[in-house]
């Protein structure tokens, strides 16, 4: 059963920005601190930014460029990718912060190029 789906990835220009969005059920967003990771080609898959309770941290890469939020209502993750770079280019995926058992989704791909 699917339950994570992101969405919102595509291609932009060095400086332009994007949103992200991760859907989940009522309960896993209630019962899981959720996070957004990324992976670039040839590394490893790495924590961008996550919630822990309603504190939020993030990557020291992404700090000042990168936005996390919450939707009780719609129980959506969100991140707003802002002043966007190439090395920002990767799969980005969420899922619990810290991972725990949760299956990852098929992520959506985010390609910062000219």
């Known amino acids: 059963q699917v339950q994570l789906v992101e969405s919102g990835g595509g291609l932009v220009q060095p400086g332009g920005s994007l949103k992200l969005s991760c859907a989940t059920s009522r309960s896993i967003f209630n019962h899981y601190n959720l996070g957004w990771y990324r992976q670039a080609p040839g590394k490893q898959r790495e924590l961008v930014a996550g919630?822990?309770?309603?504190?939020?941290t993030y990557a020291d890469s992404v700090k000042g460029r990168f936005t996390i939020s919450g939707d009780q209502a719609k129980h959506t993750v969100n991140l707003q990718m802002d002043n966007l770079k190439p090395e920002h280019t990767a799969v980005y995926y969420c899922n619990s912060n810290p991972t725990i058992s949760l299956p990852w989704g098929q992520g959506t791909q985010v390609t910062v190029s000219s």
């Open positions: 919630f822990t309770g309603s504190y939020k």
